[in-house]
């Protein structure tokens, strides 16, 4: 990547984690309230769903401008002698090294290869707009499939001394939830998840590369 391509996604990415925040906190609040294990009127129901907003929206910039510039040059690296075969895997690679959790792998590729497939249908790169549906699509999908994990992140989150979901074992928080509640336990939150998500896709996504064109 030049330096110019490299600042460019740098500013594009901070700013597209800034407005993503700001708009969403309050369902990412709302939706971790209804996998509390305690319900969601004792965990505040939707009292101080704003809370925390400015601090957040403050860190969201410099984690989003890493991400996008680390993603951004580690697929370049990798796309230079690569297989068109091999993209979706060259998206896994770069989108884990930027940021290494289950959902980054799943909404990165997807959404590349939504943009690929609609460029290829209207025969030129895809617009803005077009890349913020295919975010849309690809974080809705991924908000769906790892549901289960983020139930088991919250509850190790708000566990009490002692309890046996406090040693943090993913795999035993999914086993405790799924013998207690079965899997409308694992997939608690789904429906908000999975609106907040598909529209912080669309948001964050469609930003970003608004952002990107506009800089470049």
């Not at 984690?63 to 060259?90: C, D, R």
């Not at 209207?122 to 913020?132: E, F, K, L, T, Y």
């Not at 549901?147 to 919250?154: Q, S």
Request: glycine share 12%; net charge positive; aromatic share 10%.
């Amino acid at each position: 990547m030049e330096p110019r391509e490299s600042w460019a996604a740098l500013a594009a990415g901070g700013v597209a984690g800034v407005c993503v925040d700001l708009i969403l906190f309050p369902l990412d609040t709302v939706k971790t309230r209804l996998q509390s294990p305690q319900g969601f009127r004792k965990a505040g129901g939707f009292r101080g769903i704003y809370a925390g907003v400015p601090s957040t929206a403050i860190g969201s910039f410099p984690n989003a401008a890493a991400f996008f510039i680390t993603y951004e040059n580690v697929k370049s690296m990798l796309h230079h002698g690569s297989a068109s075969s091999l993209a979706p895997a060259t998206h896994m690679v770069a989108a884990s090294l930027a940021e290494v959790i289950p959902f980054s792998l799943v909404q990165f590729p997807l959404w590349e290869s939504l943009k690929d497939l609609w460029s290829w249908k209207q025969g030129h790169v895809v617009d803005s707009w077009q890349s913020a549906v295919c975010g849309a699509f690809a974080g809705g999908f991924a908000a769906a499939v790892t549901t289960p994990l983020d139930v088991a992140k919250t509850r190790i989150m708000l566990a009490k001394a002692g309890s046996s979901n406090a040693s943090g074992n993913v795999l035993a928080a999914l086993g405790s939830i799924w013998r207690t509640q079965g899997l409308s336990g694992l997939f608690a939150g789904v429906v908000p998840r999975m609106a907040g998500i598909s529209l912080g896709g669309f948001i964050f996504l469609g930003t970003y590369e608004k952002t990107r064109q506009l800089l470049l």
